[in-house]
């Protein structure tokens, strides 16, 4: 069935650090792919989203390409900032309009 | 300012009580879901729901049952609560995407915290 995998936690980086993320997934047919925030005390947000093969999301300098090849979604950040600290969920859409979320990584950014 | 609003936000009860965790959304989506969130943070899909009378079971097995008689609203009900109930449970919506084929974004409620004694 669909699944997402994405890398363990927590990551701790220090202020103005490069980030990544790593996600996969498997699918059948070509799913959507999404990474949601969930900041301390918030609920889920979409942070970005990529529909197609070689699609780039990107939204708050955060970037993230659909890679159909390597089945990935590997989030990015060029500089992470103290307020990037919260957990991020890596997520695809399955054929019926299901939802289904990777096991969320934790990032700690200090300063 | 939310448009998906969950009551209660916490909730601390006993074994065997019954209990309804209230969702209602205000932009019209037609389909709704529950995902339950434990400790570790992993989000796992309860229900979900494509339109009014259209419930689904989802990849987790729940005793939880869920109703759909309006749009806007998706209760989700514990007949008999027990303290393996506990969790964070979540309660999301999105609008059917139109063509050319985009992605189902989800809205998210703040979540009921849930705590069984």
């Known amino acids: 069935g669909d699944s997402v995998t994405q890398m363990e936690g927590p990551v701790t980086l220090s202020e103005e650090a490069f980030l990544t993320i790593n996600c996969t997934y498997t699918a059948t047919g070509y799913p959507s792919l999404f990474w949601y925030v969930q900041y301390p005390g918030e609920g889920l947000q979409l942070l970005l989203k990529a529909t197609k093969a070689d699609d780039k999301g990107s939204n708050k300098g955060f970037e993230a390409t659909y890679r159909k090849e390597t089945t990935s979604f590997h989030l990015e950040k060029g500089s992470v900032q103290v307020s990037d600290s919260a957990v991020y969920f890596c997520a695809l859409e399955t054929s019926y309009d299901k939802v289904i979320f990777g096991p969320g990584t934790s990032l700690s950014v200090i300063p | ?117």
């Open chain 2, 1 to 117: 300012e939310a448009d998906i609003y969950q009551t209660p936000r916490y909730l601390v009860i006993g074994t065997g009580k019954k209990i309804t965790l209230e969702c209602s959304q205000t932009m019209g989506h037609d389909k709704m879901y529950w995902y339950q969130q434990d400790p570790g943070m992993e989000l796992h899909l309860i229900h979900y729901s494509y339109g009014v009378n259209s419930t689904e079971k989802g990849d987790l097995s729940s005793e939880s049952t869920v109703s759909r008689i309006r749009t806007e609203h998706f209760p989700l009900t514990l007949e008999s609560a027990r303290p393996s109930h506990t969790s964070q449970y979540l309660c999301a919506s999105s609008a059917s995407p139109g063509p050319p084929a985009g992605a189902n974004v989800l809205t998210f409620g703040a979540g009921s915290r849930l705590t069984v004694l």
